[in-house]
C-alpha cells in the first residue's frame, strides 16, 4: 500500500502506463473498469479515485486537484458489488487491493490491480472478449486488437500451443532431410531408446509433431511438427507472418550493418530446427574455452556456452507464433546477446528472475530439444542463466517485455558488473551527467512547465544529450545512455508524441533531431 506522499509524488508524475487518475466524487466512472481491464491484462498498476485533471492547466500541481471523494466506504462497497457482479468477466483482486489514503478531511481510494494470470487473461467486459478486452499504453487504454486477443485465449490452455494438429497438413510437408539429421542425433543420444526404429510418422507422434484426434477424426501434423521440421514453403503457407533472422554485428560499422546473417534466402529450408543448428554455433564460437579435462579429454563446452544455447531455447519454446508480424531475431554484438521473440510473458518477471514452474508455451518443442540435449527441465534454464552470468561477474540478463509490440527480449551482456569500489566513482558521474541534463532540459520549462516536471530521468537524459537541429540514430542515442535500443525507441517515441523532437526518414534510416 501507498503512503499519502508516495501516492501524491505518483500523481504528480502525471497518468503514465500504471498509473490512472478519475475523478469519482459521489460515483464510480465507468471508465474505471476499462482501465481495470487493461491494467490485469498488460502489466498491472493503480486506479486513483477522487483526483481531477484539468488539461488546460500545465504545472502538475494545478493540473491535477486533489479533490478527495465524498463517501469512500460507499464507493468502495459499490466497487466490489460491480466488479464481483456481471460488468467484468472476472474479478482477481483480494481485499487489500483496495484501500484508501487519507490527508486530513481528504480521502482518495487507491484500486491496485495486478497483472492477471495467464490462466484468466483475457479480462474483459461485458459478455465479448473482442468487443470488451483492453489493454494498456504509454497513452491509456486502448481497444485490444482481435490477434492479442486470440493470444490471450491461447495461452490459456494448459497444453501450451504447439499440440494444435494443422489441417490440410501431412507427413508429405516434412522436410526428410531436416528431419534425419534430427533422428541421428536422437539415436545418438539415446543409443538404446525403443523409438529409434519407429517409421518417421509415429516417431513424430511420440514426440507431439503429429496428432490424432479421434473424436472429431482429424489427424495431422501439430504446430511442433511443422515448426520445427516442416519445408519452408509449408510453413510460410501457415506462418506467413514468422520471419526469422540472425545477425552477427560484432565487426558493424557505418558502411556495414552485420558481417554475417542467417535470414530466408532460399538456401536453406527455413525451419526451427535447421535456424536453431545453423545459428548455435555461431553464437559461441568465439567466446573464450578454458583447458578442462573431463576423463582426459579436453572438454570444449562451458557454462556460458550452454547458458547461451538455453537462451535461444527459451526464444523458440517461448514464441507464439500466431502473433502478428513475428519475428525471431537474435543480434550479437562485441558486447554481448540480444533474444527477441514474438508474445508476451506467461509469468510475472518476478516469478521468472525467481524461479520455479516453466510455462513453455510451446512444451513440444522443448521436448523436441530436450531430447537431443538443448535445454534444461521444467523452470531451470532461466535461473540457470541468472546463476551463470553472476558466477562471472556479469551484468544481470535483463527481460524487457512489450505489451503494446506483443514481444520479449531478453539481453545477455558479457561486461562485468560495478564493484563495491566504483560504486562511489558511478554514482558521482551519474549525479554529473543529470545536473548537466537538467541544466540543457529547463530551458524547455518556460514553453511547458508540466513536460520538464513529469519527465522520467531517461527522457532528460537524451534530451540533455541531444543538440538542437542535430540528427542521431536510435543507436548512438543507446550507446551513450547504455540502454537496449528497444527502450531507446520507446522513450525517442514519448519525446516524438510530446513535441519536443521528430523523426526523419523510414525505419531504416531514421534519425531524431531535438526541436
Known amino acids: 500500500m501507498l503512503t499519502w506522499d508516495e501516492l501524491i509524488k505518483e500523481i504528480y508524475k502525471g497518468e503514465k502506463i500504471d498509473t490512472e487518475c478519475k475523478l469519482a466524487g459521489k460515483a464510480i466512472p465507468q471508465s474505471v473498469y476499462e482501465t481495470y481491464c487493461s491494467f490485469a491484462n498488460s502489466k498491472g498498476g493503480n486506479i486513483v479515485l477522487g483526483v481531477e485533471e484539468d488539461k488546460n492547466e500545465t504545472n502538475p500541481e494545478t493540473r491535477f486537484k486533489i479533490r478527495g471523494i465524498a463517501e469512500p466506504e460507499k464507493i468502495r462497497e459499490d466497487f466490489w458489488n460491480t466488479i464481483n457482479g456481471q460488468k467484468v468477466n472476472a474479478n482477481i483482486l ?215 544455447r538455453e537462451a535461444f531455447v527459451n526464444l523458440i519454446i517461448h514464441s507464439d507464433y500466431r502473433m502478428d508480424a513475428g519475428v525471431l531475431k537474435i543480434i550479437k554484438t562485441a558486447d554481448g546477446f540480444t533474444f527477441t521473440n514474438p508474445g508476451s510473458l506467461k509469468l510475472p518477471k518476478e516469478q521468472i528472475y525467481s524461479g520455479g514452474n516453466s510455462k513453455a508455451r510451446n512444451p513440444h518443442m522443448q521436448t523436441m530439444l530436450r531430447m537431443i540435449g538443448f535445454g534444461d527441465n521444467a523452470g531451470s534454464g532461466f535461473p540457470k542463466i541468472l546463476k551463470i552470468w553472476a558466477d562471472n561477474g556479469w551484468v544481470q540478463p535483463e527481460l524487457d517485455e512489450d505489451t503494446v509490440m506483443n514481444q520479449v527480449t531478453l539481453t545477455l551482456l558479457l561486461s562485468v558488473g560495478q564493484t563495491e569500489a566504483k560504486v562511489e566513482e558511478s554514482e558521482e558521474k551519474v549525479e554529473e551527467k543529470s545536473e548537466e541534463s537538467e541544466e540543457k532540459v529547463e530551458e524547455l520549462s518556460e514553453l511547458n512547465p508540466v513536460i520538464l516536471n513529469s519527465f522520467s530521468d531517461r527522457q532528460k537524459e537524451i534530451l540533455g544529450l541531444m543538440e538542437k537541429g542535430r540528427e542521431y540514430s536510435r543507436q548512438e542515442i543507446a550507446d551513450a545512455l547504455g540502454i537496449k535500443k528497444s527502450r531507446t525507441a520507446q522513450i525517442l517515441n514519448e519525446l516524438i508524441s510530446l513535441d519536443l523532437i521528430y523523426a526523419t526518414a523510414a525505419t531504416k534510416n531514421r534519425r531524431y533531431v531535438k526541436k
Open 94 to 308: 483480494v481485499d487489500d487491493d483496495v484501500y484508501t489514503v487519507e490527508n486530513g478531511d481528504i480521502v482518495l481510494l487507491v484500486i491496485h490491480v495486478p497483472r492477471a494470470d495467464y490462466t484468466m487473461r483475457p479480462v474483459y467486459k461485458g459478455e465479448n472478449p473482442f468487443k470488451g478486452t483492453y489493454k494498456r499504453n504509454h497513452e491509456g487504454d486502448y481497444h485490444a486488437k482481435e490477434y492479442e486477443v486470440r493470444a490471450m485465449i491461447r495461452d490459456q490452455s494448459s497444453e501450451g500451443n504447439d499440440s494444435t494438429i494443422l489441417e490440410g497438413f501431412t507427413m508429405d510437408d516434412i522436410d526428410t532431410d531436416s528431419l534425419r539429421r534430427y533422428r541421428v542425433m536422437f539415436n545418438t543420444s539415446h543409443p538404446d531408446h525403443v523409438w529409434r526404429e519407429l517409421p518417421d510418422q509415429e516417431f513424430l507422434e511420440m514426440l507431439g509433431g503429429y496428432r490424432r484426434d479421434r473424436r472429431n477424426k482429424l489427424e495431422g501434423l501439430t504446430v511442433a511438427g511443422l515448426m520445427m521440421f516442416g519445408t519452408g514453403l509449408a510453413i510460410r503457407d501457415e506462418f506467413d507472418n514468422i520471419f526469422m533472422d540472425y545477425r552477427d554485428e560484432t565487426g558493424a560499422s557505418v558502411t556495414q550493418r552485420w558481417i554475417d546473417r542467417v535470414t530466408y534466402d532460399g538456401t536453406w529450408e527455413n525451419n526451427l530446427f535447421n535456424f536453431f543448428m545453423k545459428v548455435a554455433p555461431k553464437l559461441t564460437e568465439d567466446l573464450k574455452k578454458p583447458f578442462v579435462l573431463e576423463n582426459m579429454q579436453r572438454v570444449d563446452d562451458t557454462p556460458v556456452h550452454e547458458a547461451i
